[in-house]
């Protein structure tokens, strides 16, 4: 794999990473990540960030693991 390839891979899955932890901040946290949701929008908005986070690190893993040489 080139370089700017590895690099375009790894900046995006760093990104999701990043805002997965930011929502998992806002929700654990802070009051502005519950707003006027309901119970049920709140755990599903949980989950989607915790998906979203495992995604990154293993997309993270992957790449340094298969590629960075």
Do not use: P, Q, W
């Amino acid at each position: 794999m080139n370089k700017e390839l590895y690099n375009m891979l790894l900046k995006s899955a760093e990104a999701d990473k990043a805002k997965a932890l930011l929502s998992l901040e806002l929700l654990g946290n802070k009051s502005v990540g519950i707003g006027d949701h309901s119970t049920e929008d709140f755990y599903k908005n949980a989950e989607e960030a915790l998906s979203m986070l495992v995604d990154a690190d293993d997309r993270i893993k992957a790449l340094n693991s298969y590629f960075n040489k």
